[in-house]
């Protein structure tokens, strides 16, 4: 167990609405990482948190959007959903000691 | 050019062998590198941290050459446990800590 949690597991939708994941990242850990995989591939970087700040920004557009709390759980935003937004979206919270991440076990989106 | 390039493979080797894996990164700010594996819809996990110096633990050796840009990931003995996919991490320095991820390579041992 990482002590990543992600809500929900699964979650279907359709095109057009918006969603909310969820994470509670490692207990002492305040960097928190997004990813996008879709089938097949690697994971791809969304966006991080430091201490409720963006930290770092991959290639989405504006319609992904992040929070972090103050006790370092944090919110995936998508807006207007499509079709390529179905993918499994994985939470890390980063060892500062370290750089491990440790992962969630996913939120697996369907866009139909 | 992809930051981070992994042969996806699949590597279908039998029980037994000796299997190695490459992972080439353009960036040469990056500083850390890791190695995560990656069950079928399970979320990925740490395998091994990849030093200059390279490592081992136990049938795993990873290895990094900073001058041509390359890790590699060496398993010998492969067990039929050792099937998952095996993603190579890149992380460079300044600013950010952004860990980037190759797109994994597939291994499938069998009996």
């Known amino acids: 167990e990482t002590g990543v949690t992600q809500s929900p597991t699964h979650l279907i939708k359709t095109r057009g609405q918006q969603v909310t994941l969820r994470c509670s990242s490692q207990s002492g850990h305040n960097t928190v990482s997004w990813y996008q995989q879709a089938l097949g591939q690697g994971p791809q970087f969304i966006f991080q948190?430091?201490?409720?700040?963006?930290?770092g920004r991959g290639n989405f557009p504006p319609r992904f959007s992040g929070l972090q709390f103050p006790n370092y759980s944090s919110e995936l935003n998508v807006n207007a959903l499509e079709l390529d937004d179905s993918a499994l979206y994985l939470c890390?919270?980063?060892?500062?000691?370290?750089?491990?991440?440790?992962f969630g076990e996913g939120s697996r989106l369907t866009v139909l | 050019r992809k930051e981070v390039e992994q042969d996806p493979g699949p590597f279908n080797v039998p029980e037994g062998a000796t299997v190695a894996f490459n992972c080439t990164y353009s960036n040469s700010a990056s500083q850390s590198f890791f190695w995560y594996r990656q069950d079928c819809r399970k979320e990925p996990k740490l395998l091994m941290s990849?030093?200059?110096s390279g490592n081992e633990d136990g049938r795993f050796t990873a290895q990094l050459n900073r001058a041509s840009q390359y890790i590699s990931l060496l398993i010998r003995d492969s067990k039929l446990s050792d099937s998952a996919t095996y993603l190579c991490v890149v992380t460079a320095s300044g600013g950010s800590y952004i860990p980037t991820f190759g797109r994994g390579t597939s291994l499938i041992v069998h009996p």
């Open positions: 890390a919270s980063t060892s500062g000691n370290t750089g491990e991440l440790f």
């Open positions: 948190y430091y201490r409720e700040e963006e930290n």
């Open positions: 990849v030093y200059s």
